[in-house]
């Protein structure tokens, strides 16, 4: 196996670990959210005036994909719309108190798995950090032209 093949599978090995290892803890702090709402009720708890098109840029989806996820989470009570007085077109999204207990539980399960791998972070050097963020950005840029040769926006499919 060469090189590329090696980093590639590594990553991708390295992804299924974390998420084989997370899931279970996940799943029963999480119980009777799907993945897909507590990450849209994560970027929500970010990102002010978040609206169905910012998330389906950010989470590759489609609008009408994260209409049907915001749609379920206004009705379970955890998020809730609202316009701005300067922009009465478009609909934002923001928490609730009960958007913003999942959040904060979801955020003190991502604290708890960082300690967990602190001790693997505590090793990685400023130069080996600056190695692994610019390759990072260079695959993440180099795999948008590809989408945009494609002529396909995969964020409005």
Not at 32 to 52: A, L, Q, T
Request: glycine share 6%; with cysteine.
């Amino acid at each position: 196996m060469n090189k590329e093949d090696q980093v590639i599978m590594g990553v991708r090995d390295l992804f299924n670990k974390m998420v084989w290892l997370n899931k279970h803890k996940m799943e029963d702090s999480l119980k009777g959210y799907k993945p897909s709402e507590v990450h849209c009720i994560e970027y929500i708890g970010r990102n002010v005036d978040s609206n169905v098109t910012k998330l389906a840029e950010s989470f590759y989806m489609t609008r009408s994909a994260i209409s049907k996820i915001t749609k379920k989470l206004m009705q379970k009570g955890l998020i809730e719309s609202y316009q701005r007085p300067d922009n009465r077109k478009e609909i934002y999204f923001k928490l609730t108190g009960k958007g913003k207990e999942i959040y904060k539980i979801h955020e003190e399960l991502h604290k708890e798995f960082r300690e967990r791998d602190q001790a693997v972070f505590e090793q990685v050097t400023e130069e080996q950090y600056n190695s692994i963020l610019s390759f990072v950005e260079k695959y993440s840029n180099h795999l948008d032209g590809e989408i945009k040769k494609l002529g396909v926006d995969p964020k409005a499919e």
